[in-house]
């Protein structure tokens, strides 16, 4: 992974129709790490028809295809991950069947969490919210100073998410976080996704060029 930056992409919390062309759109439009299918609530053969219709749009363009909530379903299905809640399911045994594969945990804004997940051989660490979301509910607030402690204490990347924008994100990346989960700043930008990941992708570089000033 790399060490500056980067934009992790999350679905919609329900796929619009023709949703394969924006993800194409969004993904031909700039720098993204990692695609999360994230179907709450979803019935399993729904997200089995998601992963086939959009993994290979993701892969193809060397974005790694994370599926949210369910290891199991993951590592039957090919993606290239799962990301998990703390209620869902035995991280440890989800890092064992997850061999070679991506296994990331939310960890919300607790610290013990994080060290809980590095020491599972978690690929990384979720922190959040950050800021008001519309898509889901918070009952965590985080504080960018998490990210920075993180960064500081371990290798193990993080990502930060809960209502990030081009406007807000810059605090977040400045504290060292690895990737920018993002979701309605990508997919309700008022001139399309591809707008949407370009804008993201922009207020990653100036906030990077701030630190390279040492501002």
């Known amino acids: ?25 969004a993904l031909d439009a700039g ?11 979803a019935a399993e053969d729904e997200i089995k028809r998601a992963v086939e219709t959009l993994m290979p749009i993701a892969q193809a363009r060397d974005v ?7 290891a199991r379903l993951a590592h039957a299905l090919g993606c290239d991950g ?11 045994g989800a890092r064992k069947l997850l061999q070679g594969k991506i ?3 939310t960890c919300h804004a607790s610290r ?27 009952l965590h607030k985080a504080d960018p100073e998490i990210l920075e402690w993180w960064s500081e204490m371990m290798e193990v990347p993080s990502v930060a998410i809960g209502g990030i924008t081009p406007v807000n994100c810059g605090p977040l990346v400045r ?31 100036e906030a990077l060029a701030g630190l390279d000033r040492g501002s």
């Not at 790694?64 to 369910?70: G, K, P, Q, R, V």
């Open 103 to 105: 296994l990331g945990i």
């Open 82 to 92: 799962a990301h998990l809640g703390q209620t869902d399911g035995d991280h440890a």
């Open 175 to 205: 504290a060292g976080t690895d990737f920018l989960a993002v979701v309605g700043a990508v997919w309700n930008h008022a001139e399309g996704p591809g707008a949407g990941v370009r804008t993201m992708n922009a207020a990653i570089a």
């Open 31 to 41: 720098d993204v790490a990692c695609l999360q299918l994230r179907l709450k609530d």
């Open 112 to 138: 013990h969490l994080a060290m809980e997940a590095g020491e599972l051989e978690a690929d990384y660490v979720a922190f959040g919210a950050f800021f008001p979301t519309s898509t889901k509910e918070t």
């Open 64 to 70: 790694a295809f994370i599926l949210n909530d369910s």
């Open 1 to 25: 992974m790399d060490d500056r930056c980067r934009l992790y992409l999350i679905t919609p919390p329900v796929l619009p129709a023709g949703f394969p062309d924006l993800l194409a759109q």
